[in-house]
């Protein structure tokens, strides 16, 4: 097996915990149970919808798991709302999924990059907030097929973007393998 088979390979299943948004810079994050993803944009009523179709930080996510590894170096619990992060994820390496295609619910997304902790985390969490937070930000990814992300909704990975296409609810494919190359997700 190759490295970027290897790397592709995720078969852990993860779950969505919890969804909130934050309609602007410094308003509080809005936790919610349902969010729209829009293709190409991000979430409905988040203030990185709409930066642009080739936008890198359409939604973030971070792993549960990690939480309690950023209360333990900071000796007092943290709250989902203070990471400013659009959702948090258990059961799967968030890590292995920013370079791949991987679906939440009915959503397909394209990780982009780690989601490195803001300058502000100091000011949120107290005194080595930022520093706590390093490696464990978690990811960014653009929306590549809209739907409803739901808490409870099952996170999958689905391999390479240049690899799986992207069929649309109305049966349309897109994506740098449309045509029938590679692999088609539904």
């Keep these: 097996m190759s490295l970027r088979d290897l790397i592709a390979h995720v078969p852990q299943r993860g779950r969505v915990t919890w969804i909130a948004v934050r309609p602007s810079r410094d308003e509080p994050m809005r936790p919610v149970d349902h969010v729209e993803a829009v293709l190409g944009r991000g979430l409905v009523g988040d203030r990185y919808r709409g930066r642009g179709p080739r936008g890198k930080r359409q939604v973030s996510l971070i792993q549960a798991e990690h939480l309690p590894v950023v209360a333990s170096l ?16 258990e059961g799967i390496n968030l890590h292995a999924l920013q370079r791949l ?31 706590a937070l390093q490696g464990m930000g978690g990811i960014v990814a653009r929306v590549v097929r809209a739907g409803t992300l739901r808490v409870g909704d099952p996170v999958v990975a689905l391999g390479w973007p240049d690899e799986v296409a992207v069929v649309s609810a109305d049966g349309v494919e897109s994506g740098p393998v449309a045509g029938g190359s590679g692999k088609e997700f539904s």
Aim: include cysteine; hydrophobic fraction near 35%.
């Design 74 to 89: 900071l000796g007092r619990p943290v709250d989902p709302l203070t990471l400013r992060r659009n959702l948090v994820v």
């Design 101 to 131: 295609r991987f679906q939440i619910g009915e959503v397909v997304l394209d990780g982009t990059g780690p989601c490195a902790p803001c300058s502000k985390m100091d000011a949120r969490l107290g005194d080595g907030g930022y520093a």
